[in-house]
């Protein structure tokens, strides 16, 4: 289980990739690299937003919660669901087990829905590490915009803040 102190807090909410104002101006360079690449969608407004576009996430990890208060829609589509339990602030073993199986069925054509019980907030981070070449990570960031995470440019920032994670 890998734990973020809180004294990290900060660090860990500066955007990892692009920061864009909206979905509308990230959707031209999005559908530049969508279907051919992964898409991944962390979070229920972000995966809910693409769904509206056309974008259908390849991984879409949800929570059913919105700005800590229960979301007021339901995300569904064509996917195979998976659930797991994730505390706030934590990267639990289930977690990371449950992307690593998420990635392995969408090798077989599924695409896939994780439903998270507590919270999805630091699921980018494993997401990123863990995903081919190529893909692209998108999540919420609160009252900024989008962030666009292509996974060949910020690995090696993803690893060096994993590596700020206290371990248990």
Do not use: W
Not at 21 to 47: C, K, Q
Not at 135 to 146: D, H, I, K, R
Not at 149 to 165: A, F, G, M, P
């Amino acid at each position: 289980m890998l734990i973020l102190n809180s004294k990290l807090r900060s660090e860990f909410k500066k955007p990892i990739g692009v920061l864009y104002n909206s979905l509308n101006d990230a959707e031209d360079f999005i559908n530049s690299r969508y279907p051919d690449n992964l898409l991944i969608s962390v979070g229920d407004i972000t995966t809910q937003n693409l769904q509206k576009a056309g974008l259908i996430p390849h991984l879409g990890i949800i929570d059913n919660v919105v700005e800590r208060k229960p979301a007021a829609y339901d995300v569904v589509y064509d996917n195979v669901t998976l659930n797991v339990k994730n505390p706030p602030g934590v990267i639990t073993d289930q977690l990371q087990e449950t992307i690593k199986e998420a990635f392995q069925l969408l090798k077989t054509g599924f695409r896939v829905l994780i439903l998270v019980e507590g919270e999805e907030d630091l699921a980018a981070i494993p997401c990123i590490l863990m995903a081919p070449s190529g893909s692209l990570v998108l999540y919420g960031q609160p009252g900024e915009g989008l962030v666009v995470c292509e996974v060949d440019k910020v690995i090696d920032k993803v690893k060096q803040l994993k590596s700020k994670l206290e371990e248990r």
